[in-house]
């Protein structure tokens, strides 16, 4: 591997954003760590981007996981220089409060922040002692405005976008710079998982989508994190807000 080439790890490359962003850092010049649970699908994009990129077993609910993920990589592997913390879902979302189920809610705040504490801290500390480094995290525009039907969601994603400006100023001067991305509504898995307490998922994920009548697409996610990630070094991309035109 040539010295030079940067490693960027991306949670939830499995599946929507986080497999397009995988995609198109290799195609950008990264090796890439892509990380989740769907092992299968991780071999799939091995398969397609070949020797530029790493499936990773991981679980960010599950601190054994995170903290042995350096014995599951190769060592070209271990200096991580960006890390994509996009794992996130909101299984059981889109009720009213009262009406969801309390594992759910809760499990949509395990995985949308304490997964990304997790992964974080155990990245940062190298970034930190090499004095460079590189973190994106999802947030979303349910991260700025609360909506009905969207307690947990939204709440873990004002959770985002309160660690993401705050690890920011933290690191301000030591190399390491923090991006929040924003998007609005992107097409993926993400509203069938939602919808997964209901036998009908997939056609109410494709409402959803047709009443909102516009969307992005993954790929349009990935484009804005790697502008993030090519600006020189005196530049931070703080914040980026992607909706459907
Ligand atoms: N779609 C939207 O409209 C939208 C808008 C704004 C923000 N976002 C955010 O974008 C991110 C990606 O969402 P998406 O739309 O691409 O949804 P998606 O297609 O459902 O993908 C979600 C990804 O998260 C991973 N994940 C979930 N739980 C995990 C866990 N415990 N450990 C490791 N990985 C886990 C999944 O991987 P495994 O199942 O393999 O673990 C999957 O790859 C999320 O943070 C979401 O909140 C989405």
């Not at 992964?119 to 991260?143: D, P």
């Not at 047709?210 to 020189?232: C, M, N, T, Y």
Request: aromatic share 8%; glycine share 10%; proline share 2%.
């Amino acid at each position: 591997m040539n010295q030079n080439t940067q490693i960027a790890l991306v949670t939830g490359a499995s599946s929507g954003i986080g497999s397009a962003t995988a995609k198109l850092l290799a195609e950008s010049g990264f090796r890439v760590i892509g990380a989740g649970r769907n092992v299968e699908a991780l071999e799939t994009l091995c398969a397609a981007l070949g020797d530029q990129f790493f499936p990773l077993a991981l679980d960010v609910n599950d601190w054994d996981s995170v903290s042995t993920l350096f014995d599951r990589l190769p060592m070209e592997y271990h200096q991580i220089d960006v890390l994509v913390n996009n794992a996130g879902h909101d299984i059981g979302g889109r009720r009213r409060f009262d009406e969801g189920d309390v594992e759910q809610w809760v499990n949509i705040i395990e995985t949308n922040i304490s997964g990304v504490v997790r992964v974080t801290k155990l990245i940062v500390e190298g970034m930190v002692a090499r004095g460079a480094g590189h973190v994106v995290n999802m947030g979303s525009v349910a991260g700025l405005h609360g909506y009905a039907s969207g307690a947990m969601y939204s709440a873990s994603k004002h959770a985002i976008h309160g660690f993401s400006e705050s690890l920011r100023l933290d690191y301000v001067g030591s190399g390491i710079r923090v991006t929040e991305i924003l998007p609005g509504l992107v097409k993926t898995q993400f509203a069938a998982n939602r919808f997964s307490y209901a036998s009908d998922n997939e056609e109410k994920a494709e409402e959803f989508y047709q009443s909102a009548g516009k969307w992005l697409i993954p790929e349009d996610i990935a484009r804005s994190i790697v502008f993030a990630l090519q600006q020189p070094e005196n530049v931070t991309i703080s914040q980026l807000v992607v909706v459907p035109s």
